[in-house]
Nanobody, 122 residues
């Protein structure tokens, strides 16, 4: 069992930056690939970024490539999402997830956090 708690969301102006954190409980954090997803009102949950168990491989959705960076610190049981050059369309609830495989599909993840709201004002 893994419990995930996101933090770092908030209100930011377009062009600004935020760093999201996702802290995991348990001693097996390094056994899980981690992903970030987001869901805007009235839309389906969509993939944002993922990172392999060691952090050696990362993947990004096209809309965030070059602006977002996912990284992890296995010693701190934490995965991060650095978001730069934020746009209005990045407004959503952001969720972190843990799974056995690095995948862009939500169904590939076993554990989910409660989400943190990111609001970008235009």
């Amino acid at each position: 069992q893994v419990q995930l708690v996101e933090s770092g969301g908030g209100l930011v102006q377009a062009g600004g930056s935020l760093r999201l954190s996702c802290a995991a409980s348990g001693r097996t954090f390094s056994s899980y690939a981690m992903g970030w997803f987001r869901q805007a009102p009235g839309k389906e949950r969509e993939f944002v970024a993922s990172i392999s168990k060691t952090g050696g491989s990362t993947y990004y959705a096209d809309p965030v490539k070059g602006r977002f960076t996912i990284f992890r610190d296995n010693a701190k049981n934490t995965v991060y999402l650095q978001m730069n050059s934020l746009k209005f369309e990045d407004t959503a609830v952001y969720y972190c997830a843990a799974g056995r495989l690095t995948t862009t599909q939500p169904t590939g993840y076993d554990y989910w956090g409660q989400g943190t709201q990111v609001t970008v004002s235009s």
